[in-house]
């Protein structure tokens, strides 16, 4: 059975980073692309960042660029976020999706991990 | 960034209706369009991909259709399961947007 479990969301000040993580099991992580989606509490979803099967395609929102890394382990099965110089609009619940082999879609999605940015 | 525009924000039908939803694109995107669906407190379903592709295990009551600019989704004879929010995605460019969302409710 395909999982992703998201991990390292809390309340942090802002200004301030946290690594979140994703951990893949039941399929094997080297053969997909993979993406952070985001929601803030009641709103739409946005994306966030995506990392080619092997780490060196990356791309970013706009609206996070400079601020946001997006990383792998295959070797861990594992993805990760750093959200750094957060801001009160960076609030939300950051979901960790795969890709379909085909491209295009995000066809397995975790329970995601919920980043509160506040003073 | 490509822009993506669905309509209407809200959507109230009862059960045993067809509805259709609509996804339009600030640029011509060919057939790369996804749509999911999201409940509350859930994360989002894979529906359709490239426009028209049902995902596996989706009942065939969904369909999508168009390309370019504007596209579809359709639910034909809408299921107490249905009532929920839906997105659409583009996937064109390398940074993908998704539409505000149609809420579909009773």
């Known amino acids: 059975e395909v999982q992703l479990v998201e991990s390292g969301g809390g309340l942090v000040q802002p200004g301030k980073s946290l690594r979140l993580s994703c951990v893949a099991s039941?399929?094997?992580?080297?053969?997909?692309?993979m993406n952070w989606v985001r929601q803030a509490p009641g709103k739409g979803l946005e994306w966030v960042a995506s990392?080619?099967?092997?780490?060196?395609?990356?791309y970013y929102a706009d609206s996070v660029e400079g601020r946001f890394t997006i990383s792998r382990d295959n070797a861990e099965s594992s993805v990760y976020l750093l959200v750094s110089s957060l801001r009160d609009d960076d609030t939300a619940l950051y979901y960790c999706?795969?890709?379909?082999?085909?491209?295009?879609?995000?066809?397995?999605w975790g329970q995601g991990t919920l980043v509160t940015v506040s003073s | 960034d490509i822009q993506m525009t669905q309509s209407p924000s809200t959507l109230s039908a009862s059960v045993g209706d067809t509805v259709s939803l609509t996804c339009r694109a600030s640029?011509?995107?060919?057939?790369?369009l996804a749509w999911y669906q999201q409940k509350p407190g859930k994360a989002p379903k894979l529906l359709i991909f490239?426009?028209?592709t049902l995902q596996g295990r989706v009942p065939s009551r969904f369909s999508g259709s168009g390309s370019g600019t504007e596209f579809t989704l359709t639910i034909t004879s809408l299921q107490p399961d249905d009532f929920a929010i839906y997105y659409c995605?583009?996937?064109?460019?390398?940074?993908?947007?998704f539409g505000q969302g149609t809420k579909v409710e009773i």
């Open positions: 990392i080619s099967d092997s780490g060196h395609t990356i």
């Open positions: 640029q011509s995107i060919g057939n790369w």
């Open positions: 490239e426009a028209s």
């Open positions: 995605q583009q996937c064109y460019s390398t940074k993908w947007t």
């Open positions: 039941g399929f094997s992580l080297i053969s997909y692309r």
């Open positions: 999706a795969r890709d379909t082999l085909r491209g295009g879609a995000l066809d397995f």
